[in-house]
């Protein structure tokens, strides 16, 4: 069972609401171990970010799966069963962006990504963000809600990685089990979570 949320407007996103939900989103992640351990100069980190949401999450804005709060204060980007992120766009930007000498660390937080998917079909969620300004008034759980509802619906499993370990509690008290770690070289851990239908 679902805990209760309070209530909050959700609506799908449209082609001309993202670029509000990725500044959005690159607000909610300014702090991601993950991401800043991929990223740590705040130039390149405010450079690359929207490249790289388009290429992890960005197909959910052509599938109607990203999903926004009010004024694009929270942002979910959802992938249905069969779609899944730009690999060779996320492998292009770690070529080009980060030093060669790290890129084995890099690839293989990717692969160890790839190996913990499920292999029946799932909804994925690969990214989850709330403006700071904003976090810490249900935004996050109502987004949670919203689209968890269709995949009960579905009887469809439901995917994702957290790059921060303060977000594990929250995704557990919405039926989320971790499946291991994800963790290469001086990287930070990932833990790959998966929720089965209610």
């Keep these: 069972m679902r805990p209760m949320t309070k209530s909050h407007f959700i609506r799908p996103a449209v082609m001309t609401d993202e670029a509000a939900a990725i500044d959005t989103l ?10 800043r351990w991929t990223w740590p100069d705040p130039s390149d980190y405010l450079a690359i970010m929207p490249r790289f949401i ?11 799966s990203a999903y926004l709060t009010k004024k694009s204060r929270g942002v979910a980007l959802w992938l249905p069963p069969e779609n899944h992120p730009n690999k060779e766009g996320m492998i292009s930007l770690v070529e080009s962006s980060i030093p060669e000498s790290r890129h084995h660390e890099l690839f293989k937080v990717f692969e160890m990504m790839e190996e913990f998917h499920p292999q029946e079909p799932h909804w994925h969620l690969p990214l989850l963000g709330v403006d700071p300004m904003y976090q810490g008034h249900g935004l996050g759980s109502a987004l949670l809600d919203h689209a968890l509802q269709r995949c009960d619906n579905e009887g469809c499993q439901a995917y994702l990685e957290s790059s ?12 989320f089990q971790p499946l291991g770690e994800i963790q290469s070289g001086t990287s930070p851990t990932a833990i790959p979570m998966l929720r089965l239908p209610n």
């Design 26 to 35: 690159i607000l909610a992640f300014a702090t991601d171990p993950m991401v």
């Design 54 to 64: 388009k290429a992890f999450g960005g197909q959910a804005f052509s599938c109607g």
């Design 164 to 175: 921060n370990p303060r977000n594990i509690a929250l995704y557990q008290r919405y039926g």
